[in-house]
Structure formats: structure tokens, C-alpha cells
């Protein structure tokens, strides 16, 4: 069966400094990928997604950017963190035409 | 633009009542639709879909939903609900219209079970 990693779990970082968090997937080849931002109130956002290696769509211009480095293997940064990047943030996986979206655990992010 | 509302923002019921949160969109052809739950601090759990057939829908964990075109809705319903349900429901909808789709998620109903 497929699974859907994310890590860090929870992550407090000051404002200005770098951002990397990590989304795998197993048991599965060829996942769409999605990463969602959660903000408290405000229902998901989506914020990237990648159908495959090295594709990477962006939905909403800001300070963050994603890479898909390996095919199960989908990775959000960010160069500077501001406080309005604080958030929960989730990772979801597509598998071909099923229009099905699983997701991640989250992760928890405070920006200070 | 395609839209999914969730009008109730949040719902308290006892445990052992029944349940009933709404979902409407708002789609020019019938979508694909989900129904997610979220307990705090989780991620999102699929708990049924439609994508075509039989109107009515069983899911996980006892939930069921109910599509109802006339009405473009997509409730989702469970007859008794247990302490464990308390957490935050979305509904979801993604054209059905071929090729890559994104999904509309309304804004969630946070549901609170009394005892």
C-alpha cells in the first residue's frame, strides 16, 4: 500500500532564516504531488504542484518554491521565512487519472 | 469560478445524535466529490468520494453522503455520532472534465461532540 511521509513533524524558526521541508511517498510511481498551506481559519491553499521530476506549477506568488528532485520526492523552501509563513502544511499525493488526493501528516510551522 | 460552500463553520452535537454537514458547489457539470477529515493536528483522511452511480455513498467510519444534483449538494451524514468524531470536515470537489484538475476545498466545519 502507499504512504506519505512528512518531516519535520513541528519546526519553530525566527523570521529571515532558510526553510526546508521534506514529502516522500512509497509504494507508488508517477505521483502527482501537492503541497497545501493550512493557515488557522482558513481552509487549504494550494501552493504547488508537480506531475512529475523537475515540474513544478506554482498556484500563489510568494516567498516559498518547490522542487521535485527524485520522482517520489517533493521538497518546499524557502530562502527567508516571514511571519505570515506560519502555518500547517501538508503534502498530498495524486496517483494517475483516480482524482484522489492523499495526504501527508503535516508539518507545523512557527515563524517568530 | 468553480466554489464549494460549507455554511456551517461549527457544529456542536451530543454523542449518540445524529449528524448532518452540508456541502454545496457550485460547478457548471456534475464534479467529482470528497468528503475529508481532519482531527487536530493530523493530516487529511479520506472518508468517501463520488465520482458517478449510485447517489448515496458509504464511507469510512460509519459516514455516509448523499449527492443530490438538483440541489448541488453532497451532505455528509452519520445516523450516531461517537465522542472520536469531534474534528474538522472538508468537502472537496475537482472537475470532471478530463487532464489534470485542481481540487476546491470549502473552508471546513469544526464539529465539537458533547457528552
Known amino acids: 500500500s502507499q504512504t506519505i511521509h512528512q518531516w519535520p513533524a513541528t519546526l519553530v524558526q525566527p523570521v529571515g532564516s532558510p526553510l526546508s521541508l521534506e514529502c516522500t511517498v512509497e509504494?507508488?510511481?508517477?505521483?502527482?504531488l501537492y503541497w497545501y498551506r493550512q493557515a488557522a481559519g482558513r481552509g487549504l491553499q494550494l501552493l504547488f504542484y508537480s506531475v512529475g521530476i523537475g515540474q513544478i506549477s506554482s498556484e500563489v506568488p510568494q516567498n516559498l518554491s518547490a522542487s521535485r528532485p527524485q520522482d517520489r520526492q517533493f521538497i518546499l523552501s524557502s530562502k527567508k521565512l516571514l511571519l505570515s509563513d506560519s502555518g500547517f502544511y501538508l503534502c498530498?499525493?495524486?496517483?494517475?487519472?483516480?482524482?484522489?488526493?492523499?495526504f501527508g501528516p503535516g508539518t507545523r510551522l512557527t515563524v517568530l | 469560478a468553480q466554489s464549494v460552500t460549507q455554511p456551517d463553520i461549527h457544529i456542536t452535537v451530543s454523542e449518540g445524535a445524529s449528524l448532518e454537514l452540508r456541502c454545496n458547489y457550485s460547478y457548471g457539470a456534475t464534479p467529482y466529490l470528497f468528503w475529508y477529515v481532519q482531527s487536530p493536528g493530523q493530516g487529511l483522511q479520506l472518508l468517501l468520494k463520488y465520482f458517478s452511480g449510485d447517489t448515496l455513498v458509504q464511507g469510512i467510519k460509519g459516514f455516509e453522503a448523499e449527492f443530490k444534483r438538483s440541489q448541488s449538494s453532497f451532505n455528509l451524514r452519520k445516523p450516531s455520532v461517537h465522542w472520536s468524531d469531534a474534528a474538522e470536515y472538508f468537502c472537496a470537489v475537482v472537475p470532471n472534465s478530463g487532464g489534470y484538475q485542481k481540487v476546491t476545498f470549502g473552508t471546513g466545519t469544526k464539529l465539537q461532540v458533547i457528552p
Open positions: 509504494g507508488t510511481s508517477n505521483p502527482n
Open positions: 498530498a499525493w495524486r496517483y494517475g487519472t483516480t482524482d484522489t488526493q492523499y
